[in-house]
């Protein structure tokens, strides 16, 4: 899905939104004021929509290959998309001036994971040795990474937002750790129903299958 047509799609249509809604919905698209100088408030939607477009390139270059516009390496869109995770992490490595400790603890999880998609995303380019087992880390990364995007607005921008509180900033390791256990138990799950839906549907497996399959299944187990 990542690498599909429609996974494209969605990268650059929901790209061009996430800039639109920064930049121009809510009126931040002046960098500097009257005086030459930078307008600090504006700086983080900036940030934002740096990000969306790192993505939205991604998508791009993902429809380039899928329609065979131009002459890509292989696995080219992997790699952009490797160069996009990392440079979104580059970008909250330096989101974080001047905020307190909790925002900083909630933005230093988030791009040290960041960085871990990228690197899964480089090892899809450079080796096939391990394709399966890359393939559940992408969407397992990238799931925790969606959901921890949403208790970082639950946390800062919700109903009851958090204390800057020695507490507070403990427990984040801990809810953390169970977005972190819940995605992986439900990419676990979904593989295992995928894999018994496949083999009802298409019977005997040839050797050369099965033995791929149950390789899955034993470097999943090992996880």
Known sequence: MWNSCPGAIVKVVFAVLGISVELFVTRTATLYDKDGELVAQHLDNYTHAVVYGLFGLSGVVDLVMWFD?????????????????????????????????????????????????????????????????????????????????????????????????????????????????????????LRIICYHCYTKKNGSLSEEERSDEEADCVMLEEL
């Open 69 to 189: 516009l131009f002459p890509l390496p292989p696995k080219f869109g992997y790699l952009v998309s490797s160069f996009a995770f990392c440079f979104e992490g580059f970008l909250f490595c330096y989101h974080l001036h001047g905020r307190d400790e909790l925002n900083v603890r909630l933005h230093k999880f988030l791009y040290i994971l960041v960085f871990v998609t990228a690197a899964v995303f480089f090892m899809a380019v450079i080796s096939d040795q391990f394709f399966h087992f890359v393939g559940f880390l992408r969407a397992y990364l990238i799931s925790l990474q969606g959901s921890w995007f949403f208790q970082i607005g639950f946390v800062l921008f919700g109903p009851n937002p958090w204390k800057n509180s020695p507490s507070s900033v403990e427990f984040l390791g801990i809810v953390f750790a169970f977005h972190a256990l819940t995605w992986f138990v439900v990419h676990l799950m």
